[in-house]
């Protein structure tokens, strides 16, 4: 029960084309407040990315952003295994084994299934 849009795939492709419209009255509304992060880009420079994160929030550098996965407090969300990982590449493309499933989901994303 809960998350009923991401049980279907043309369900899940409307809910992110709305998400999308949201975020751009957001940006349009409040330029320059919203920090958009792109996983590929994250993965390709963690430090650069978590710097200008930290930039974005007016909050100081620390090397342990680096290290999060060795962090052992106790992580409560759905995440839970991934974040006692450090960033990998091998979730990037992985969709792409799956194209023949995912049709209905990327005609629904229709131009966000290319261009993000």
Same mark, same amino acid.
């Given at each position: 029960h809960g998350q009923e849009f991401s049980y279907d795939?043309?369900?899940?492709?409307?809910?992110?084309? !709305?998400?999308? %419209?949201? $975020?751009?009255?957001?940006?349009n509304v409040l330029p320059g407040r919203i920090f958009?992060?792109?996983?590929? &880009?994250?993965?390709?420079?963690?430090? !650069?990315?978590? %710097?200008? $994160?930290?930039?974005?929030?007016?909050?100081?550098?620390?090397?342990?952003?680096?290290?999060?996965?060795? &962090?052992?407090?106790?992580?409560?969300?759905?995440?839970?295994?991934?974040?006692?990982?450090?960033?990998?590449?091998?979730?990037?493309?992985?969709w792409q084994r799956y194209e023949t499933q995912l049709?209905?989901?990327?005609?629904?994303?229709?131009?966000?299934?290319?261009?993000?």
């Amino acid at each position: 029960h809960g998350q009923e849009f991401s049980y279907d795939q043309t369900d899940l492709g409307t809910y992110y084309r !709305s998400y999308r %419209r949201l $975020m751009k009255h957001w940006y349009n509304v409040l330029p320059g407040r919203i920090f958009e992060v792109i996983y590929e &880009n994250v993965v390709a420079n963690p430090e !650069s990315n978590a %710097r200008a $994160m930290l930039d974005h929030c007016e909050l100081t550098w620390d090397p342990a952003c680096l290290s999060f996965h060795k &962090n052992t407090r106790q992580v409560l969300t759905a995440s839970a295994i991934q974040v006692r990982e450090p960033v990998y590449h091998s979730s990037i493309r992985r969709w792409q084994r799956y194209e023949t499933q995912l049709v209905p989901l990327r005609k629904a994303l229709g131009e966000y299934a290319e261009h993000g």
